[in-house]
């Protein structure tokens, strides 16, 4: 989460000085760490809630979740870029914010869910 929120203030600036490219590769390294690291904690989760006749079944189901949330995810950055008029030079810093901005509520509405599964 602290990943989208760096990028959500550095991502949309126009500038070409080393800090603020830093500043953005700190916050995508930390999106997709964050991703990285939550992963294999939700696939262990649904291997052991599966019952022993799914296992088979939950393991493969993994790899097809997976791929259609990046679709949809995906699908759903595109539709917002567009919406928030990517395509006009004038409007890019914008569409960033949004993209970022949108992307941030579920997962801020995602942590206290975690935190409730887990104990």
Same mark, same amino acid.
């Given at each position: 989460m602290l990943?989208?929120?760096?990028l959500v203030f550095a991502g949309p600036i126009a500038s070409q000085s080393i800090s603020v490219v830093m500043v953005v590769a700190l916050g995508l390294v930390l999106l997709g760490w964050g991703i990285g690291a939550v992963f294999?904690?939700?696939l262990?989760?649904? %291997?052991?809630? @599966?019952?022993?006749?799914?296992?088979?079944l939950a393991g493969a189901s993994a790899t097809?979740?997976?791929l259609?949330?990046?679709a949809f995810g995906s699908a759903l950055a595109?539709?917002?870029a567009n919406l928030g008029s990517f395509s006009d030079s004038a409007h890019t810093a914008s569409a960033a914010r949004w993209l970022y901005?949108?992307? %941030?509520?579920? @997962?801020v509405l995602a942590a206290?869910?975690?935190r409730l599964v887990r104990r």
């Open positions: 990943g989208l929120v760096i294999p904690h939700l262990t989760d649904v %291997l052991r809630l @599966a019952g022993d006749r799914d296992q088979d097809t979740v997976q259609t949330a990046t595109g539709t917002i901005l949108i992307f %941030l509520v579920p @997962a206290p869910v975690a």
